[in-house]
């Protein structure tokens, strides 16, 4: 089973909130960095990590987006370029 890495703030997470970041890593691949927390002012939160990519450089960023009862608003991927430039954004 995968260890998933602990995230500043996490315990401050109201359980749907906990329970979605939760589901949101086990999907991450192994190089994941620890996700960052960012808790919006209407009561939900914001999860992105980062991960680097196999040509030196390139890195993408997977950021999810959840309302206060943990339901998903928006998740996408964004690749970077190794000059930080938006090389895309998926939408997932």
Same mark, same amino acid.
């Given at each position: !089973?995968? $260890?998933?890495?602990?995230?500043?703030?996490?315990?401050?997470?109201?359980?749907?909130?906990?329970?979605?970041?939760?589901?949101? !890593?086990? $999907?991450?691949? #192994?190089?994941?960095?620890?996700?960052?927390?960012?808790?919006?002012?209407?009561?939900?939160?914001?999860?992105?990590? $980062?991960?680097?990519?196999?040509?030196? #450089?390139?890195?993408?960023?997977?950021?999810?987006?959840?309302?206060?009862?943990?339901? !998903?608003?928006?998740?996408?991927?964004?690749?970077?370029?190794?000059?930080?430039?938006?090389?895309?954004?998926?939408? $997932?």
């Amino acid at each position: !089973m995968k $260890k998933v890495p602990v995230a500043a703030g996490v315990d401050d997470l109201s359980p749907a909130l906990r329970e979605s970041l939760t589901g949101f !890593m086990k $999907k991450s691949p #192994g190089n994941a960095e620890i996700p960052q927390i960012v808790r919006l002012p209407e009561g939900g939160a914001e999860f992105y990590y $980062k991960v680097l990519g196999r040509v030196p #450089g390139y890195y993408a960023m997977y950021r999810k987006r959840v309302d206060p009862e943990g339901v !998903m608003d928006l998740t996408y991927k964004t690749t970077f370029l190794p000059d930080g430039g938006i090389a895309h954004i998926k939408f $997932k």
